[in-house]
């Protein structure tokens, strides 16, 4: 494993042949990340692995504050890699002033995520971009948890004619079903065991939507998980992204779901058919 804090560095390091992939994180790795490295490694000559707290992707600072850090444990997950490349840059390394720049997503920004968090796909796609056109890959790798913001990178990618695959991975998840993200390590023991509820949520509207052919969720499930200690629901819906997105095609409904479990946000998806 090679790591660097400098893209100019860590260019000198590339070498020109053969294909590169790349896995962006903000680090705090869990074993959804790691499944992201390892197939990256599996179908590229090159990987470079990102690690990079991305500050204009959070409409809120007390967010930014809390998010979780642990470079030295992260590089010890990553240690066991063969020919690993990690970029673990400064604020100065990727942005000279630390703005997002203005998209146009067409509606996908205006819905589910894009209602909650004003501006944070603009910067998600501002990093995205910076890192695409720093290391220029061939390959680069997202997980389907956020699926929104996958959808919002393909989207950038497409508008802007970067050439590169972006490649959607499914979700890992935790024994009960939790989708890993670095935000459950935030939660109490008591939060936890209710956070493992949200995908069963899921998979019983599946069922439901299966059976009935329901276009909405029924209000009886949104009130079950209101009334669950600590949680809140943002948002529980039957969507497809395609219809937000002329640059998207059509991959089938989802039911996305986005909650707070004490201090905790949570999001999840499943594809329905
Ligand atoms: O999903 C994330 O961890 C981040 O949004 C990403 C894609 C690395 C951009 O900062």
Sequence with gaps: MRVFSSNKELLKSINNHGLIGIVPTMGSLHDGHLSLVRRALNNNDQVIVSIYVNPTQF?????????????????EKLRDFKDLIVYTPSDNDVYSKMTSKDYDFDELDKVMEGKYRPDHFNGVATIVEKIFKMFKPNNAYFGEKDFQQLSIIKTMVKKLGIKVNVISCETIREADGLAMSSRNEHMTKGERLIAGKINKFLIKAKEIYKNKKIDKIPVSMIDEINNLKNCKLEYFEIDNLS???????????????????GKTRIIDNIKLK
């Design 243 to 261: 219809k937000y997105s002329s640059s998207l095609i059509d991959e089938g409904d989802r039911i996305f779901i986005a909650c707070w479990v």
């Design 59 to 75: 409409n809120n600072k007390e967010d930014l504050k809390a998010y979780p850090r642990n470079i030295d444990k992260d590089l």
